[in-house]
């Protein structure tokens, strides 16, 4: 499978296409999924800290056996580690748990809190080559200018956000694409959302290029310019998620998809309180 690959403002190329391991324990089945992912020729691989799983994604991309240099990793540092010191420990504790003398691509996980400390720990750890590309998530238009002066230095190569069908982002794409900082989706699929599945549209298409929903969802998200890595534990889910280079989406099969936008998500980052409650939902140091 050739994926292609988008440029970042850094000059990185990252794949274009990868596996997110979101809410798949860390039991053996991350291990599973992502060895199984690898083995079908995904080369992007999506993790964080506070998905408690790292150490088997490391795990199975050594056991892969395919050159580190082929790999795209990408973690994530979480709201509890954003203190200086806290971050530089984090992102030294998080090579040594994957296995990994670098990382692809490191993120803000949650725009909240000491991210400008956070941003100088992986300013320089950039420096220093622990990690080639840093970036956030969760950013929306209000909480990006908030936070834009802590960027002075080095611009976020990308922001990570929920993007599917139903929300588009519209406003909080203009300004990243004025900043040139690339689009990630989290959610493609809109986490399996039963209803964006059965729209007719996307039904319509699947049964024009004898694909299934899933596919013309990433397919629709690809041509939009995003960089998307679903989830599935499910190895034909896998597989079948990855097989959307080989046909392409009109531009009135576009607009027509980009007309299911209802122009709001799942999660609201700039609601009042979410700092706290993502920080009771997820303690990275329940165990320290
Ligand atoms: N930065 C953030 O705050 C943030 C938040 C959420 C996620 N993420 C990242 O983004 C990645 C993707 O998002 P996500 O995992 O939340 O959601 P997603 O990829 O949109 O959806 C995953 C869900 O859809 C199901 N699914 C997968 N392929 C399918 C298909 N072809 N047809 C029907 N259902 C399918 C999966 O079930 P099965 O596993 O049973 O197949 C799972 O329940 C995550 O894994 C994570 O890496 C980041």
């Given at each position: 499978?050739?994926?292609?690959?988008?440029?970042?403002?850094?000059?990185?190329?990252?794949?274009?296409?990868?596996?997110?391991?979101?809410?798949?324990?860390?039991?053996?089945?991350?291990?599973?999924?992502?060895?199984?992912?690898?083995?079908?020729?995904?080369?992007?691989?999506?993790?964080?800290?506070?998905?408690?799983?790292?150490?088997?994604?490391?795990?199975?991309?050594?056991?892969?056996?395919?050159?580190?240099?082929?790999?795209?990793?990408?973690?994530?540092?979480?709201?509890?580690?954003?203190?200086?010191?806290?971050?530089?420990?984090?992102?030294?504790?998080?090579?040594?748990?994957?296995?990994?003398?670098?990382?692809?691509l490191?993120?803000?996980?949650?725009?909240?809190?000491k991210?400008?400390?956070?941003?100088?720990a992986?300013e320089?750890?950039?420096?220093?080559?622990?990690?080639?590309?840093?970036?956030?998530?969760?950013?929306?238009?209000?909480?990006?200018?908030?936070?834009?002066?802590?960027?002075?230095?080095?611009?976020?190569?990308?922001?990570?956000?929920?993007?599917?069908?139903?929300?588009?982002?519209?406003?909080?794409?203009?300004?990243?694409?004025?900043?040139?900082?690339?689009?990630?989706?989290?959610?493609?699929?809109?986490?399996?959302?039963?209803?964006?599945?059965?729209?007719?549209?996307?039904?319509?298409?699947?049964?024009?290029?004898?694909?299934?929903?899933?596919?013309?969802?990433?397919?629709?998200?690809?041509?939009e310019?995003?960089?998307?890595?679903?989830?599935?534990?499910h190895?034909?889910?896998?597989?079948?998620?990855?097989?959307?280079?080989?046909?392409?989406?009109?531009?009135?099969?576009?607009?027509?998809?980009?007309?299911?936008?209802?122009?709001?998500?799942?999660?609201?980052?700039?609601?009042?309180?979410?700092?706290?409650?993502?920080?009771?939902?997820?303690?990275?140091?329940?165990?320290?």
């Open positions: 499978m050739q994926i292609p690959t988008f440029k970042l403002n850094d000059g990185h190329e990252i794949p274009s296409f990868g596996f997110g391991v979101f809410q798949i324990p860390a039991d053996g089945s991350t291990y599973q999924a992502v060895l199984s992912a690898l083995k079908l020729g995904y080369r992007h691989i999506d993790t964080a800290e506070a998905y408690f799983n790292e150490q088997e994604v490391g795990k199975a991309i050594k056991d892969s056996g395919i050159p580190r240099d082929q790999i795209w990793v990408t973690s994530k540092l979480w709201l509890q580690d954003y203190a200086y010191e806290d971050a530089k420990k984090t992102i030294d504790n998080t090579l040594a748990k994957m296995g990994l003398d670098y990382l692809d490191y993120l803000i996980h949650q725009p909240y809190g991210v400008d400390e956070a941003w100088r992986m320089e750890a950039q420096q220093a080559g622990k990690l080639r590309s840093i970036g956030g998530s969760n950013f929306t238009p209000k909480l990006w200018a908030k936070w834009k002066d802590a960027f002075a230095n080095v611009t976020p190569a990308v922001n990570q956000v929920e993007f599917n069908p139903y929300f588009q982002q519209r406003p909080l794409r203009q300004i990243m694409a004025k900043e040139h900082v690339a689009l990630e989706a989290w959610a493609p699929l809109g986490q399996g959302n039963a209803d964006l599945f059965q729209e007719p549209v996307l039904q319509r298409l699947a049964k024009k290029y004898d694909k299934n929903v899933g596919q013309i969802i990433l397919r629709f998200e690809h041509q310019g995003v960089i998307v890595f679903p989830k599935s534990v190895e034909a889910r896998i597989k079948s998620n990855a097989e959307i280079f080989d046909f392409e989406l009109t531009s009135d099969e576009m607009d027509a998809i980009r007309g299911l936008d209802k122009g709001q998500g799942m999660h609201d980052p700039d609601a009042p309180g979410v700092a706290d409650s993502l920080l009771s939902a997820f303690d990275v140091h329940a165990n320290d």
